[in-house]
């Protein structure tokens, strides 16, 4: 059973950073794109940055583009998302996600979430 476990949010201040962690497990995710999505309250849920596990191979929206990066660590099957010069729109519940189709969509299994607050 795959499980997703984010960590790492908190309260931060603007130009703050924050690095937000994604263990993974239960199977190899050598063929799957891992994503980092976000939610803030009355929004939908938005696609932030995605990694392609064997490749390396990134995407960013481009809200983050510049600020955020999304890495991976093989060998604890970890997924990471460092977030830089924080803006208080990135105020949001992340959630880390694993799937094998598009970049932006089709994921199929998700983390509970992890809370990000952008203090001004």
């Known amino acids: 059973q795959v499980q997703l476990v984010e960590s790492g949010g908190g309260l931060v201040q603007v130009g703050g950073s924050l690095r937000l962690s994604c263990a993974a497990s239960?199977?190899?995710?050598?063929?799957?794109?891992m994503g980092w999505f976000r939610q803030s309250p009355g929004k939908e849920r938005e696609f932030v940055a995605a990694?392609?596990?064997?490749?390396?191979?990134?995407y960013y929206a481009d809200s983050v583009k510049g600020r955020f990066i999304i890495s991976r660590d093989n060998a604890k099957n970890t997924l990471y998302l460092q977030m830089n010069n924080l803006e208080p729109e990135d105020t949001a519940v992340y959630y880390c996600?694993?799937?094998?189709?598009?970049?932006?969509?089709?994921?199929?299994?998700w983390g509970q979430g992890t809370q990000v607050t952008v203090s001004s």
């Open positions: 990694i392609r596990w064997s490749l390396g191979s990134t």
């Open positions: 996600a694993a799937g094998r189709r598009g970049v932006r969509e089709g994921y199929e299994h």
């Open positions: 239960g199977r190899t995710f050598s063929s799957y794109l």
